[in-house]
Nanobody
Framework: QVQLVESGGGLVQPGGSLRLSCTAS????????MGWYRQAPGKQRELVAR???????NYADSVKGRFTISRDNAENTVYLQMNSLKPEDTAVYYC?????????WGQGTQVTVSS
């Protein structure tokens, strides 16, 4: 049984930074492409960053240059460093495989960017 647990969200002012973590259990984590997704109120969930098992990364245009995804296969953890945060980054952030698997969705972690 796979379980993904996100943490690290919070309230931050525009221009601030946060680091999100996602720890996986019950799976051979290192073999999967992992991604960070977000869902803002009234909007569809979107993929914002992905990282291959070997460490290759891709980003949505909206976060490119501001967000950095990384992974620690030994710790079964994937991270999302978010800098220069904007109000439009406000959303619930989730991790999942890429492509996503419905049963892997966790509770997510809320990120609110506001002054």
């Amino acid at each position: 049984q796979v379980q993904l647990v996100e943490s690290g969200g919070g309230l931050v002012q525009p221009g601030g930074s946060l680091r999100l973590s996602c720890t996986a259990s019950g799976t051979i984590f290192r073999l999967y492409v992992m991604g960070w997704y977000r869902q803002a109120p009234g909007k569809q969930r979107e993929l914002v960053a992905r990282i291959s098992s070997g460490g290759s990364t891709n980003y949505a245009d909206s976060v490119k240059g501001r967000f950095t995804i990384s992974r620690d296969n030994a710790e079964n953890t994937v991270y999302l460093q978010m800098n220069s945060l904007k109000p439009e980054d406000t959303a619930v952030y989730y991790c999942n495989t890429v492509p996503s698997v419905v049963m892997y969705w966790g509770q997510g972690t809320q990120v609110t960017v506001s002054s």
